[in-house]
Every structure is written in structure tokens, then in C-alpha cells.
């Protein structure tokens, strides 16, 4: 989408630190990192919410969740562990309209989320 900042991001039209990338997902440095880790993993293509989603990205979205988890994994989160968020429009705090997953960890987080 051609004025989606994430898209424009994933496609290094904008810069970002980039922390994996493969022909279907981009992850890169939060920034405005909320914890000494926090990536975030989105796919290429173009979702604006949770809420567009159709079984035929079932797919996408698991092997999406397995990177995140693979991230956090790689960046040494497994054992003391790690928090994954999705924010859905206005209530669930999403301010960029392109789906993504928080990868978050290295320090303890509150439950439930203020
Ligand atoms: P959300 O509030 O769930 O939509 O998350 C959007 C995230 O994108 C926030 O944590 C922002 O800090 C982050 N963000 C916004 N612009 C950029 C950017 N240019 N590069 C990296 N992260 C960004
Ligand atoms: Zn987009």
C-alpha cells in the first residue's frame, strides 16, 4: 500500500534497523522501544487490521508467530521469557495501520496491561 509506513518500511523506502527479513516478513528495532527488547515483525503484505483478517492468512499469521517467537528466542528471551502484543485500532492502542506483532522482553511486564 502505497502510503502505509510499514509497507514503505518493509520495502526500504524508509530506513529502519532491520532484524530479519525473507520474501514474506520484515522485523526491525521499535523506535521507541518500550523494553530493552522490542522488535516488531510484520508481514510484506498489507493488512490494515486484526480485524482483515480471513482464514486464508492462517497461515501467514501462524509462521508469523513462530518467527516472533524465534526472535525473542534469538535474542536470548527463552528462558526468563518474553511478551508477544498485537493492538487492534483506537481501545487496543494500534497506531500504525499495518498488522504487526510487538516482540518484547528483558525486563518483567504487569498483567493486566494498564
Ligand atoms: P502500535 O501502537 O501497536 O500500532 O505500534 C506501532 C509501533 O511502531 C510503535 O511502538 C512505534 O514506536 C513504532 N514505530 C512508529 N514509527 C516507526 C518507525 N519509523 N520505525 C520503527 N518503529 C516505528
Ligand atoms: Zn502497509
Known amino acids: 500500500m502505497a502510503d502505509c509506513l510499514f509497507c514503505m518500511i518493509a520495502a526500504g523506502k524508509i530506513p529502519s534497523k532491520k532484524v530479519y527479513a525473507d520474501d514474506r516478513y ?21 493488512i490494515t487490521t486484526l480485524n482483515d483478517l480471513t482464514p486464508a492468512d492462517g497461515p501467514l ?3 508469523m508467530l513462530l ?9 536470548g528471551l527463552g528462558e526468563q521469557g518474553y511478551r508477544l502484543n498485537f493492538n487492534c485500532l ?3 492502542g494500534q497506531t500504525v495501520p499495518h498488522v504487526h506483532v510487538h516482540v518484547m522482553g528483558g525486563r518483567r511486564f504487569s498483567w493486566p496491561p494498564g
Open 26 to 46: 520484515y522485523a526491525f528495532e521499535d523506535i521507541n522501544p518500550q523494553a530493552p527488547t522490542h522488535v516488531l515483525v510484520i508481514p510484506r503484505v498489507h
Open 67 to 75: 518467527l516472533a517467537a524465534r526472535i525473542a528466542k534469538e535474542r
Open 61 to 63: 499469521m501462524g509462521d
Open 90 to 92: 483506537e481501545d487496543g
